[in-house]
């Protein structure tokens, strides 16, 4: 039986940077990563590998890194864990002893069971799987009528890309009002949803899907609960994903009600030497302390540094008070970003929050050919001035500056300190400094303290 000082199972974004940082800073530790596939996808680069990446292998996340600092790898998959003992057993029969255990066993679709149809033949799902995806990616090839079902990120990027096929008839049904609704607010997600129409994308929103129809066994269509039927070679389940803590469960980890693996500030788990993180592994929301269910990589490479450093010995403090969840994309040109809280959570959690809104452009002057619109939205608490969230639609500079007002809710920036905030500006890359976004939007929610 082989042994090492750390073995990771899982080779995603959270178990990767965990193997990268343990090796950074403990070189002398032995680390080995345990892997189902040999090639590993980018999660969020999938919707991309059918149209704008066109190949599956040009989204290919490897362990390069990894391995180039002197870790392992090997591809087996793991059916036991024994505790007590400390070593982990795998499907091929080999066994491998650890001193320290990492879950970074990531997440995977759920499966709407309650929908009649569910098991047919061409109904798929958007797995984090390198074989899946190619035989997905083939499929599609020569498939016209394609429902998709669930207009949150993955389902309306995949639509959006497939819908640049001028051959293909690519549709969204979504149960809530509008798409994206789960991340942005009201007003954003309205945005969003008009820009998937403008991509030629069908869009049947308020509306859930009864029964998938089949015949001979294969998708032929789709009921709605509105009774109007649709034709479909191909219906792609894209409604959400929970924790792949099937391993975790058998192992006897305590888990919560959203079956994530509780972990605490350090990522332990409910078993000595067994630490989890990435999308397994619970989290709490910042602003109620609640438990959450945000599955996203930046948030579970950002937990996995942590993890890393102090793998061996508290080296850092964990900053993290809780996920402020930072979601971005772009759809038909337009970059949407939210961080933090908006709208929606105001009668969720009866939150007391003004909203301020500045629009300029996202260069100057504004006359420059690769000007773009830029607005910016702060939620703030009118009692203390502090940025409870943030929400930024226009140019690709959307993505950078949602990160800044990320870091602003995260450090309890109040937007008195926005105000004398310091800023370099260049007319290619950036705003006015008379008109920055964030600190405009940030002086009008301040006018509107002071008038309460």
Known sequence: MRKYDVIIIGAGPAGIITGVTVKKQYPDKTVLILKEEENGLIPCGIPYVFYELNSVDKNIMGLKPFIDLGGEATTERVVNINV??????????????????????????????????????????????????????????????????????????????LAKFENKNITIIEKENFCFSKAFSSELSEIATEQLKKSNVNIFTSTSVKEIIGEDGVVSGVKLDTGKELKADVVILAIGYIPNTTLAEKTGLNLNEYKAIIVDNFGHTSAKHIYAVGDCSETVGFLTGRKDNIMLASTATSEARILGYNLFGIRIRNSFTGTIAVFSTEINGLAMASAGVNDKDISLINLEVISAKFEGVDRHPGTLPSTSLL???????????????????????????????????????????????????????????????????AEMALSKIYKN
Not at 92 to 119: D, H
Not at 141 to 147: L, W
Not at 400 to 423: G, P
Request: proline share 5%; net charge positive; no cysteine.
């Open 375 to 441: 607005t910016v939205k702060l939620y703030v608490s009118p009692s203390d001035g502090s940025i409870l969230g943030g929400e930024v639609w226009g140019g690709k500079s959307s993505g950078e500056i949602i990160n800044i007002i990320a870091l602003a809710i995260q450090e309890q920036l109040t937007v008195f300190k926005v105000l004398s905030y310091q800023i370099g500006t260049h007319p290619l890359l950036t705003s006015a400094p008379t008109m920055p976004g964030f600190i405009k939007a």
């Open 84 to 161: 007590e003992n400390k070593f982990v057993k795998t499907e091929a029969g080999s066994e491998f002893a650890y001193q320290k255990l990492i879950l970074a066993t990531g997440s995977v679709p759920f499966v709407p069971k309650f929908i009649p149809g569910y098991n047919l033949k061409n109904v798929f799902f958007i797995k984090k799987s390198y074989k899946y995806i190619n035989s997905l990616f083939k499929e599609l090839k020569d498939k016209k009528n394609i429902v998709i079902v669930g207009g949150g990120f993955i389902g309306a990027e995949i639509a959006e890309q």
